[in-house]
């Protein structure tokens, strides 16, 4: 399987990306896609997806980074225009956090899709989008419906809202992707709103160097090797084989990634 959503460029990882790859994919975590924060970090994610075999890299601004402009959007079309660099993101809303503001968060957000159509118009492939919504369903969706973007070009990426927030992403026709929170005890909300996700429409991640899953929920920095915590338990709470689970997580990463 691999792991579609983790920060190779993060400190926790400097100088150490070989060995974490190495363990990953002794446990089978056999790829990885390292995730943009900065339109500066979307470079370097881009080096190190292309000086690794089965790393790829994506494009954005992170909500949480919408404050530490200028924001040089043309880094971001030189990485999105590699073939090593899968999708843009990650990109959204945070309203758990008080900073960055929301006006600064939504300014930056309407900035960076009013760029992502500007290369679209003139790229032969749309590329899809990993999307950081945290307690801000309600705000996002109608934004992205609003500027005309189809979702099932999107993945929100770790989720931790209840049912009703599956819901509304479900009906919007956007992907699933599930960290080690899902594996908590407190995390029944989340456990319940994974079962009432599509069997197509669900991956797995692990948000490295964060959230640890169980029984590794103490170790520290998370590695994409504990992606395979988080598939066990999703096919636990799904009453599925874990051998039926890894293929279906491996055929929707394939069909939305384009890498398998």
Known sequence: MIDTHCHLTFPDFNARVPEVLARAASAGVTGCITISTTTVD??????????????????????????????????????????????????????????????????????????????????????????????????????????????????????????????????????????GVLTYRNAAEVQEAARLAPPDRVMIETDAPFLSPEPVRSVRPCEPAFAAHTLAKLAAIRGEPVEKMLERVVENTARFFGVR
């Open 42 to 179: 979307c470079l370097e994610a881009l080096r190190i997806a292309e000086s690794h075999d089965r790393v790829w890299s994506t494009a954005g601004v992170h909500p949480l980074y919408s404050d530490k402009g200028p924001h040089q959007w043309a880094s971001l079309a030189t990485c999105i225009a590699d073939e090593r660099c899968v999708a843009w993101g990650e990109l959204g809303l945070d309203n758990h956090y008080d900073r960055p503001p929301r006006d600064v968060q939504h300014a930056v957000l309407a900035e960076q899709l009013a760029f992502i159509r500007s290369v679209d118009a003139r790229s032969p492939r749309r590329k899809p989008i990993v999307l950081h919504c945290r307690e801000a369903f309600a705000d996002l969706i109608p934004i992205l419906k609003r500027e005309g973007f189809e979702g099932s070009r999107f993945v929100f990426h770790c989720f931790t809202g209840g049912p009703a927030d599956m819901r509304a992403l479900l009906d919007f026709g956007a992907m699933v992707s599930f960290t």
